[in-house]
């Protein structure tokens, strides 16, 4: 029992950063109508932000990280900016595919400025542990539920309370009656992508505090949100948050029980898990959990 | 009537001749002189080798655009789809010693199957659904080889032990009225005839029925099952002949290599492809080929001058800032960003518009 909720504990904290992954594809989604690839990208470049925040220029952990976020979320608007708007209309091949060449261009250039050594970044969590009925908890892996909790509450209140976000909602659910409306659809675009690009590097930063450190492969995390936010429906930011935290819990379970159960399944199956489950519910509910209906058969 | 004017074009028939106007019938013969003796010009064993890898990922690149540009149909899976023929190569190649024709279509059988069974899903998913699966695809197959011991050799990987002899004719130890050829001039004629064949194949496909059914499913699917295609038939068929392509590539390519091992079947080999088929030119054949030889030659010639391009690095510790590896990835990236943005029918595009120039000419404004 102890060992179960121990897992499920792990798979809560991976799956806190799976949402915010997710949480940011379903943004740039609704609104623009993109599937953004390079979010594994703009995770990195947040997480080495934060690094080079809080390690070289000696900023407090506590300020770096929102520094981080503006940051990656100015280099997420400026790609939204520079060259996402120019494919406005275009298939969605055509778009799919300048996501992931943007991924394959920030990838080398993150490696060309910070090498490929494994990084510890500075915090203030370090590997401190608490214990409580017999479970061992991260200082971090708390944080890292805790700050995601915030964030998605605070993203609920900005989507339902602000006039932005109001016009944010407008801009996905009709752009041009939105636009008739005197809404900037330009503003919304680079919003979003502001926005997405944050919560990656939120992300980012809570993994690259973590025991493992600070590596380049650190972006491979989002490929694997995708999974999440196909499971939750591609346009449902509950289901993002939905999503995460059942493919989190997926995985760690499978890690955790990997010896007894999966052992005929091969090395390292939990990597895996989370794209099995996607298939399947692919092939069950194609619009995800909590998505809109709207994938046609024919 | 009076003898018309080679570039009048008065039929459907003369619409859709392969090689009809003289210009193209001189190409041809050019293309064909320079398959014949570019190997005896040209026997430098690293030019070669660059060469035959650009034929190689010209096979695949043929099979992708089926696929990607003629249907529309988003495949970031097709490294599976290579890996898979390589070791399949390894298998009834090597193991059980099938000769070279043999085992290419065995390669092409199990891709075949293998993209029937993906196949089905492209029915359900569109557009980003379908890239995220095909995705996952990669990576699904990534665990598979280096979980599969007995077929792959795991992570430390296998060789391939295939002989490419057809009949007597042995392109491996190539001897044509006695005088001797080396491997790699014997595997240029085999790679780009190859090329050829497969081209044609796809060409003929393309222009005939179905392939114009695969062109209004691409185009507008839901309409195109309106007018009696049968949308579904079409995707799946097009999924499994771009993955037996795809196997023949991987088959090629283990083949020539002699060894494989499954660090090769990632998604940085998915979008290379992908990279060739948009650089080239989305639905054309001749871009597909083009593409192959602009960036499939690239990895090599970095590899090889590496140490002449500043700022790269060729071995740990060294004082460039940016690796082989990661120089190819960024270059792939950039190539797939600035012709998407740029140039979105590529270089088979530019060709196009090079050739409507002259043939205006002196009207061209």
Known sequence: MTTFLQNCFAGLALGSTYALVALGFVVIYKSTGVINFAQGGLLALGAY???TFANNLAIAFGVAIPLACASAALVGAGFERIVLRRMVGQPPFAVIMITIGLLFVLEPLITAIWGFDNLQVTNPWNIQTVEAGGIVFGVRDLWTIGLTAAVVVAFFLFFRFTSLGL???????????????????????????AIASALA?????TMAAGPGGLSPSIGFIALAAFPAMILGGLDSPAGAVLGGIVIGLAEALTRGYQDQLFSWAGDNVSIIVPYLLMIVILLIRPY??????????? | MPKPHRNVVRDYAQDLRLFGSPMSKFGLAL???????????????????????????????????????YCGQISLGHAFFIGAGAYVTAKVGGDFGMPFPLWLLAAAGIGAVLGGLIGPFTLRLRGHYLAIVTLGLVFLGEHLWRNLDDLTGGNSGTSVNADVAIGPVDFADLTIFGESYSRNQGWFWLVWALVGLVALLVKNLARTRPGRALQAV???????????????RYKIGAFMVSSAIASMAGALFGSYQQFVSPDEWNLLLSIQYIAVIIVGGLGTIFGSVLGALFVGALPALIDRYSDVIPGVQTSVG????????????????????????????????????????????????
Not at chain 2, 218 to 232: N, P, T, Y
Not at chain 2, 343 to 355: F, Y
């Open chain 1, 49 to 51: 932000l934060g690094y």
């Open chain 2, 318 to 365: 060294d004082s460039g800032f940016i690796s082989v590896f990661a120089l190819n990835q960024a270059i792939f990236g950039l190539l797939i960003v600035l012709f998407l943005v740029l140039e979105p029918r590529g270089l088979a595009g530019i060709w196009l518009r090079i050739k409507t120039y002259f043939k205006a000419w002196p009207f061209s404004y």
């Open chain 1, 288 to 298: 995800g959990l909590l998505g809109t209906k709207d994938v046609r058969r024919i």
């Open chain 2, 31 to 69: 293309m064909i002189a320079a398959f014949l003796v570019l190997p005896t010009v040209v026997q430098d064993d690293f030019w070669l080798s660059v060469l035959i890898y650009a034929g190689i990922t010209a096979v695949g690149a043929i099979g992708l655009n089926l696929l990607t540009g």
């Open chain 2, 218 to 232: 691409r185009d507008r699917d839901q309409a195109a099952e309106v007018i009696g295609v049968r949308a579904g």
């Open chain 1, 201 to 205: 590097a939120l992300a980012g930063i």
């Open chain 1, 167 to 193: 016009a944010m909602r407008a801009t996905a659910f009709d752009p041009e009656a939105a636009l008739a409306q005197g809404i900037s659809a330009r503003r919304v675009y680079a919003v979003s992508w």
